[in-house]
Nanobody
Framework: QAQLAESGGGLVRPGESLELSCAAS????????MNWHRQAPGKEREWVASIDSTGRIIKYADSVKGRFTISRHNLKKTLSLQMNSLKPEDTAMYYC?????WGQGTQVTVSS
């Protein structure tokens, strides 16, 4: 059974950085593109970034472009999201996903 588990969330101040991780199991991680999404309270889930199976094709939402970096380690079966220059509007539950598999999410709160 395919499973995803996010970690690394927390409370940070505006301008600080945080790195999220997503551990994959139960499927051939190296074959599938991966995504990060987020959902703020009272808002719809929002796509954040995608990376193809090789790690060569990467896309970002305009709201995070230049501040966030998505990466993957196929041997370790992990997906990462490095988040720099965090803003209060980045506060959300962050989820990793592939196809119809989603993790439980990790909370990121940016507040002074």
């Amino acid at each position: 059974q395919a499973q995803l588990a996010e970690s690394g969330g927390g409370l940070v101040r505006p301008g600080e950085s945080l790195e999220l991780s997503c551990a994959a199991s139960g499927f051939l991680f190296s074959l599938y593109p991966m995504n990060w999404h987020r959902q703020a309270p009272g808002k719809e889930r929002e796509w954040v970034a995608s990376i193809d199976s090789t790690g060569r094709i990467i896309k970002y939402a305009d709201s995070v472009k230049g501040r966030f970096t998505i990466s993957r380690h196929n041997l370790k079966k992990t997906l990462s999201l490095q988040m720099n220059s965090l803003k209060p509007e980045d506060t959300a539950m962050y989820y990793c996903n592939t196809r119809d598999t989603w993790g439980q999410g990790t909370q990121v709160t940016v507040s002074s």
